[in-house]
T-cell receptor
Framework: GQQLNQSPQSMFIQEGEDVSMNCTSS?????WLWYKQDPGEGPVLLIA?????ELTSNGRLTAQFGITRKDSFLNISASIPSDVGIYFC????????????FGQGTRLTINP | DAGVTQSPTHLIKTRGQQVTLRCSPK?????VSWYQQALGQGPQFIFQ???????QRGNFPDRFSGHQFPNYSSELNVNALLLGDSALYLC??????????????FGPGTRLTVL
């Protein structure tokens, strides 16, 4: 079963608002990955984090690797309609093992 | 720079049949992983191929098998299909060694429907 807990499960926001979601684990992860998935498509990699405390941006997206290595956060600033989709956090169960486990996903809906 | 490609995009089979799905990794990548994603859930790891061998396997029955070719492309085979095998099957590619081996890039997926 999955070992990553994402919250919230869903979000309904107005266009232009900022978004924040997080992912927690009972185990330590050495890599955190954030993906976005549109309906019927494969997940697209947004941000990869490799060091505890690391803060990385990709345009309007910012993600942080928690100091405890057991959590990560993704923020989206000034949301736009194309941000709609499901956001997944993921990480390898063992460093370098490449068997990714995924969170349950956060479904983002934006009201224009 | 070609990304991960998968074929076919959609497939409809009946119970008991066999299916083969195909994947070509991102240019420069040598490792292919396969995932099953049921509706409303996150992807679940099936297995991973590196240097033409299965390197890791998730909690899936032997009905699920695979192969990797010398050009790093891969196939996923599922025998004796069950209704519960209906899902989006995702292929992901990565580097087998060196930095960033945990970073996987996904293809568009193959939607399998079992009737």
């Amino acid at each position: 079963g999955q070992q990553l807990n994402q919250s919230p499960q869903s979000m309904f926001i107005q266009e232009g608002e900022d978004v924040s979601m997080n992912c927690t684990s009972s185990s330590i992860f050495n890599t955190w990955l954030w993906y976005k998935q549109d309906p019927g498509e494969g997940p697209v990699l947004l941000i990869a984090l490799y060091k505890a405390g690391e803060l990385t941006s990709n345009g309007r997206l910012t993600a942080q690797f928690g100091i405890t290595r057991k959590d990560s956060f993704l923020n989206i600033s000034a949301s736009i309609p194309s941000d709609v989709g499901i956001y997944f956090c993921a990480g390898p169960m063992i460093q370098g093992a490449q068997k990714l486990v995924f969170g349950q996903g956060t479904r983002l809906t934006i009201n224009p | 720079d070609a990304g991960v490609t998968q074929s076919p995009t959609h497939l409809i089979k009946t119970r008991g049949q066999q299916v083969t799905l195909r994947c070509s990794p991102k240019s420069g990548h040598d490792t292919v992983s396969w995932y099953q994603q049921a509706l409303g859930q996150g992807p679940q790891f099936i297995f991973q191929y590196y240097e033409e061998e299965e390197r890791q396997r998730g909690n899936f029955p032997d009905r699920f098998s695979g192969h990797q070719f010398p050009n790093y492309s891969s196939e996923l085979n599922v025998n004796a299909l069950l209704l519960g095998d209906s899902a989006l099957y995702l292929c992901a590619s990565s580097l087998g060694t060196g930095e960033g081996t945990d970073t996987q890039y996904f293809g568009p997926g193959t939607r399998l429907t079992v009737l």
